[in-house]
């Protein structure tokens, strides 16, 4: 290459250089503009998140106490169970007794009847003989 061409080429990159230069502070303002809005999209963001992270504090100390609530109805409920096993247990021998009475007191409505019918018999003969009530 000879020289006049080769200072030729060298001032056509210094020129194309220059330009880039010239441009460089709009494309940098370009890009501080994006990292700008990139940057309050992320503070935006970090702050959903911070809600949402308190939610779900809040809503993991709920389901806590619903957890311990269950298992305190659990509990109370086998203590339940149990008291239910004891009652079934202490009346189970009842069923025998009640039979039984059942068959005793059974005679007896039935000897109710007959003294009630021998009594109105009585009251009808006083009532003829002349003793009833006045």
Do not use: C, F, W, Y
Request: charged letters at 35%; glycine letters at 10%.
């Amino acid at each position: 290459m000879r020289r006049p061409q080769m200072l030729a080429a060298v001032l056509d990159d210094l020129h194309a250089i220059a330009d880039v230069a010239r441009g460089a502070p709009k494309r940098a303002e370009r890009l501080e503009k994006r990292l700008a809005a990139v940057q309050r999209e992320l503070e935006s963001i970090d702050k959903r998140l911070r809600r949402m992270g308190k939610t779900l504090e809040r809503d993991v100390d709920a389901t806590k106490d619903v957890k311990k609530a269950v298992r305190s109805l659990g509990a109370g409920v086998d203590r339940m169970g149990t008291g239910v096993d004891v009652v079934a247990a202490n009346t189970q021998p009842l069923e025998p007794k009640l039979g039984m009475l059942h068959q005793s007191v059974h005679p007896l409505a039935g000897g109710l009847d007959d003294l009630r019918g021998q009594i109105e018999r009585l009251a009808n003969q006083l009532e003829r003989d002349g003793g009833g009530p006045t």
